[in-house]
């Protein structure tokens, strides 16, 4: 995997979107601590991602927040 500091990864985006297009990893680092990788995006089974958003849909069915109203959480300051 290559690495490149921040500055160059700035400098050179467009190369290096081309070099992960080919395929290859990047690691950024910021004073030589990796901070990001940029990397491929594989393809997508969409049945698994199709199957993870209707567990997403039916998550909250049936949940309640203990007789409040948001507007009474917000007022009651909370998050």
């Given amino acids: ?13 467009p190369r290096l979107l081309g070099e ?3 395929g290859e990893s990047i690691t950024i680092t910021r004073r030589g601590k990796p901070i990001a990788i ?3 995006i594989e393809d997508v089974d969409r049945a698994r991602v199709k ?4 567990r997403l849909k ?4 049936g949940k309640t927040l203990g007789g ?5 959480m917000i007022e009651e300051g909370r998050p």
Avoid: D, N, Q
């Avoid at 490149?4 to 985006?13: F, I, N, R, S």
């Avoid at 039916?58 to 069915?61: H, N, Y």
């Fill in 58 to 61: 039916e998550f909250p069915k």
């Fill in 1 to 13: 995997m290559k690495t490149v500091g921040t500055y160059e990864a700035k400098t050179h985006l």
């Fill in 68 to 72: 409040l109203s948001i507007r009474e």
């Fill in 38 to 40: 940029i990397s491929p």
């Fill in 20 to 22: 992960v297009e080919r």
């Fill in 51 to 54: 199957a993870a958003l209707e």
